[in-house]
Structures are given as C-alpha cells and as structure tokens.
C-alpha cells in the first residue's frame, strides 16, 4: 500500500477521446513521471502500444458519470456544481483508496482519462484534502481527425462528435484555468516531441525527473508515424452544421493564440450551451443510440481480443509441435546413425566368422 502523503504534485493530461492523450502520456512517463500500476492494456487496432491510464479510476469516473445520468459519450451539460454534492463524496475515498494502492510512493505522478476533462473539478476538489498541486496539460488535435477516428471506432455522426470534442475542449480549458497549465497540439507531439516537452517544463516551471537527452531512443521509438492513422492538412475553414464550424474556429484559436484567448472561449461555451445543439428529446434520443453503439463496439473489441488471444494460443501451440518435430528429427537421425554403426558391426563380425567356416 502506497503512501499518499508522499504525493506532491499530480499532472493531469487533458484532452478528447482519440486526440493523442497516448501517446502524450507515455512520454511524460518515459520522462521520469509516474504513472502507478493497474493500467489499461492496449488494444491490437487501437492503441495498440497502451492507454497509459488507471482501469480503477476509469471505472470511477464512470461511476460518477453514471450517477450524473451521463457517459463519456453525452455532451449534454452536466449539473450546476455536482461536484460538491453528497452523493458524489463516496468516489472521493474511492479515489483515495486507488492512489493508495495502484500508485507509487511517488512525490510526482501522472494521470490520463479523456473523462478528467468533464471531471476534473471533482479531482481539484479533492486535492485541497490531499495538499497536492495540480498540473495541467491540454491536449488537442483536429476535430476533423477525431471524428474520423470516433467513427471508424465507434460508428459515432459528425454532430455526436464535434459536440463532443467541443464539450470536453472548453471544459478542459475552462476547469484549468488559474492553474499551471500548457498547451499541446498532437501535430507538434509527433513532429517534435523534444520541442514540446521543452515547452511543457517552461510553461508548467516543472523540471522532468529524467533529462530529454538521457530518453531520446526510448521516446522516438515510442512516438512514431504509426500512430497516426487519420490526419487532415489543413484547418476545415467552413463545415456542414455549426457544430463542424464552432469546432474549427476553436481549434484554430487555440492553435493561433493558445489559451490566452479566454473571453473567447466562454463565448464559445455558452453558445454551445445555448443551441443545446439539440432540443432536450432528442439528445436524449440521440444518448440511447450512442449507448448501443458503444455496446457494439465493446463487443467488436472483447471478439478481437478473444480472437488475438486464440491466434497468439495457436502460435504458442504450433511452436511447441515444430520443437517436438525438431526433437523428434534429431533423434531419430541418433537412432539411424548408431543403427547403422551396429549393423555394420554385425555384418562385419559375420562376414569374418563365415570367412573362417569357409576354411
């Protein structure tokens, strides 16, 4: 069991499902930050290198999102100040009890789920018992790129999913503030990613435990072009709905002016509020077709991984028969051989004795 008055400061990475929250996390990890035990294992067609993120935790903030009548995948607003309700204090000693015993002795740890962007007041609020100082680092790729990827995932629409990258954007940028926070594009990770990291210990005056330098190998082998599976060359200037187009205008403000541009951005989150983008009916309507959507795509990844599981058995199992056929040949190839010296051995000891019968 860990020791959670040993923790000093925790660096929540912050950022929409499919926007390279991965990827970021395993290199702050691989910088000397950690990221505890229990973690999420990756998939063989998504994410295959690993989530880098808690599986206990994740299960809690769903929890919670379900006791809001949520999932990560509703954009609706979620109550005015839930996070102080009494029904929601038992998650916080669920919390504590997680960072106990999946986490290091750590002073400085790291924590990854797409859904702190929604939760993250729940965690600040929790942290004034803990005495820890909270880090913050958003995350952001294309809204364009991230409803491709969410629909080759989850079959998800254009409107689910810009109102989703949207909702978790400007919450994110609007629970960090007045906290020591950066900015990451996934573009700039990838392109270079010792640049970012740079700007990260800057902007956040952190200093990572192990020098850029000594982890370059490790970190470029980690961060490779194969992890980007959609990519858009350019900001989406206009889209089919508002919603496309809110979520472009956003994205190119924080890649134009970063999050200094925060009158902006309320806007922004009060008018995604105010269209709602959809009447009350039908966002519930449309919450209960993503349910089962999602359902399906458990389902499609529980058969993967069953299927990968029986491929890597069957592999197992034909190298164990190769090694046999390997033993098998090796020994028989002894048998003939001293076989043949034996027969030799007879037939000479005959020969000589009918040689001798002959005289």
């Not at 990756?42 to 993120?53: S, V, Y």
């Not at 740079?198 to 435990?209: G, I, R, V």
């Not at 349910?291 to 529980?302: A, Y």
Request: with cysteine.
């Amino acid at each position: 069991m860990g020791d959670i008055d040993k923790l000093e400061k925790i660096v929540f990475i912050l950022g929409m499902h499919r926007s390279g929250t991965s990827a970021l996390t395993r290199m702050v990890n691989i910088l000397g930050v950690s990221l505890g035990g229990n973690l999420l294992k990756g998939h063989h067609e998504i994410n295959a290198k690993g989530f880098w993120e808690n599986k206990e935790l994740i299960a809690v903030h769903e929890r919670i999102l379900a006791g809001l009548n949520s999932t990560w995948f509703d954009g609706r607003p979620l109550p005015e100040h839930w996070w102080l309700r009494s029904d929601m204090s038992h998650f916080g000693d669920q919390i504590l009890e997680i960072l106990k015993k999946d986490f290091e002795d750590s002073p400085t740890i790291a924590l990854k789920d797409p859904r702190l962007c929604r939760l993250l007041p729940f965690w600040l609020n929790l942290l004034q018992k803990l005495g820890a100082q909270p880090y913050c680092v958003l995350t952001v790729r294309n809204p364009i790129e991230v409803w491709r990827s969410l629909q080759k995932r989850d079959g998800f629409d254009e409107g689910t999913a810009f109102q989703l990258w949207l909702t978790y954007v400007l919450e994110a940028e609007y629970y960090s503030r007045n906290l020591p926070r950066t900015l990451v594009s996934y573009d700039d990770l990838l392109t270079d990613w010792i640049g970012t990291a740079q700007k990260m210990a800057c902007d956040l005056d952190f200093e990572w435990p192990n020098s850029i330098e000594k982890v370059t190998p490790v970190i470029r082998e980690e961060l490779t072009s194969e992890l980007r599976h959609h990519k858009v060359t350019e900001i989406g200037k206009h889209g089919r709905d508002e919603l496309q187009k809110k979520a472009n205008e956003v994205y190119e403000k924080l890649i134009s002016n970063g999050l200094d541009s925060e009158a902006y951005f309320d806007d922004a989150r009060q008018c995604l509020k105010a269209q709602a983008p959809f009447a009350h009916a039908l966002a519930d309507a449309l919450h209960r077709t993503n349910l089962l959507l999602v359902e399906k795509t458990k389902q499609w990844m529980s058969l993967g991984k069953a299927y990968g599981e029986l491929v890597e058995k069957y592999n197992q199992e034909r190298e164990r028969y190769n090694e046999k056929l390997r033993e098998h040949d090796e020994a028989k190839k002894v048998i003939d051989e001293i076989s043949s010296r034996r027969l030799y051995r007879v037939a000479r000891f005959l020969s000589e004795k009918r040689t001798r019968w002959l005289k």
